[in-house]
């Protein structure tokens, strides 16, 4: 509006002055008009808006307010439930003590009795033990008895050998020979011996 005042001014100045024709002044004033017009509707357009903002936001707060006594109802139910739930523990909580009260003297007689039946069957468990000990030493004294006799180390030489072992065989057999040379299994021992060797692909060794 400012301006169009001002264009108004400079028109008057003008006249007053004489420099201006009468179409420049027909300019000036159709010039002022459009701007006039055009300054009308913008205004108007800005009343438009403001008065579309102003219900936009009236009517987004009433809904926010809404939303609000939504959630504080909500909140409101959430705490009485928690409440409610806070109650309810307690007395659960109650009810377990009672329970547990109840149940320990069972339970002090039931640890008695595990204990009891730990020794014995730690006890139980040595003797095993002892009696494992005992059998294994027997074991051992038996073979290392039938080792003794020529033919068991011989024999053993040979099935060390068939099942497919010829190093370990090869130690029997060697054994055999260097405790009986005279023994009528030696020649047989001496033919093994060199298939241990053969079964190694040591030939050598095995035509000696």
Excluded at 59 to 85: F, P, S, V
Excluded at 95 to 114: C, S, V
Aim: aromatic fraction near 8%.
């Amino acid at each position: 509006m400012r301006f169009i005042n001002t264009r108004l001014s400079v028109i008057f100045l003008l006249a007053l002055a004489g420099c201006a024709s009468k179409n420049d002044l027909d300019y000036l004033r159709y010039d002022v008009e459009q701007m006039s017009t055009r300054f009308s509707k913008v205004e108007k357009d800005l009343g438009t808006l403001r008065s579309e903002t102003k219900d936009g936001l009236e009517k987004n707060l009433k809904g926010l307010q809404t939303d609000m006594e939504t959630i504080r109802k909500g909140a409101a139910d959430l705490q009485a439930n928690l409440e409610a739930m806070k109650v309810d523990m307690q007395v659960v909580s109650g009810k377990l003590d009672d329970a547990a009260l109840a149940a320990k003297k069972p339970a002090d007689e039931l640890a008695l009795l595990r204990d009891d039946m730990e020794r014995r069957f730690a006890a139980v468990e040595e003797r095993l033990g002892k009696l494992e000990k005992g059998f294994e030493e027997q074991k051992k004294a038996t073979v290392a008895a039938t080792e003794k006799t020529p033919e068991t180390l011989y024999q053993k030489g040979l099935e060390t050998f068939k099942n497919g072992d010829p190093q370990k065989a090869r130690e029997f057999l060697a054994k055999f020979i260097e405790l009986y040379p005279a023994h009528e299994l030696a020649a047989n021992a001496h033919y093994w011996l060199g298939e241990t060797y053969y079964a190694e692909k040591k030939y050598d060794q095995a035509v000696l």
